[in-house]
C-alpha cells in the first residue's frame, strides 16, 4: 500500500500513521524526520539541509525530493509506504509520480475551530518533552507535570495566532495538491474529528 497523508497541522496525521504503519507493516516516512536523519548521519544532503536550516532559509524541492527519492529505495519502502509532509507543492506531486505509483491520498478533514482547540491546548515538560491537552489529556495537577512537578509551557507556535497563520500558510500551498489528487481519482476525505481508533478504522475501511 502506497498512501500520501495530507491534513492540516493538528489533524492528528502522525498519532494515525504510527498506528496504520503496523496495520500494512509498512515504513511512515516523515520529512522531518528524514531532514533529522540525514544531518545526524552527515550524509551530503544532510550537510545541505543543515547549511539552508542554519542560514534560516526553507529547504528547496530539489532537496527534499532527492531525500524523498533516496528513501524510498531502501528495502523496507519496497512493499509500501506512509509519506506524512510530502509532497507540500505541485512540482514535489509531480516528481513523486515519477517515482512511484501512489494507491490512495488520505486527506484528513478538520474544521478550523477544532484544530484551533486541539492545538492551542498542548502543554508540554520541557526537560522530557512530554505533552499534555488541558482538554483531552490533562496533568494530575492543572501545570503541572505528572513525573517531574515542573512547570508546563505551552510553545510559541501552539498559541492561536500561530496556529492560525500555520492553518492559512497550509491551506494556501495544499489546496491546490487537494484539487490534484482528487482529480486523478486518489483522494479519499477521511474525518478526522474523532478519536484516533475510529479514525483509523474508517480510514482502514476507504481504503480496504
Known sequence: MKLVFLGPPGAGKGTIAAEAKKVYGIPHISTGDLFRANIKNGTELGKRVQAILAAGDLVPDEVTIAMVEDRLEEDDAKAGFILDGFPRTIAQADALAGMTQLDRVVNFVLDKEAIVRR???????????????????????????????????????????????????????????IDYYRTKGLLVDIDASKSPEEVLKSMVEALS
Open 119 to 177: 492545538l492551542s491546548g498542548r502543554r508540554v515538560c520541557k526537560s522530557t518533552g512530554r505533552t499534555y491537552h488541558i482538554l483531552y489529556n490533562p496533568p494530575k495537577v492543572e501545570g503541572i507535570d505528572d513525573e517531574t512537578g515542573e512547570p508546563l509551557i505551552q510553545r510559541d507556535d501552539d498559541k492561536e495566532e500561530a496556529i492560525r497563520n500555520r492553518l492559512e500558510v497550509y491551506e494556501a500551498s495544499t489546496a491546490p495538491l
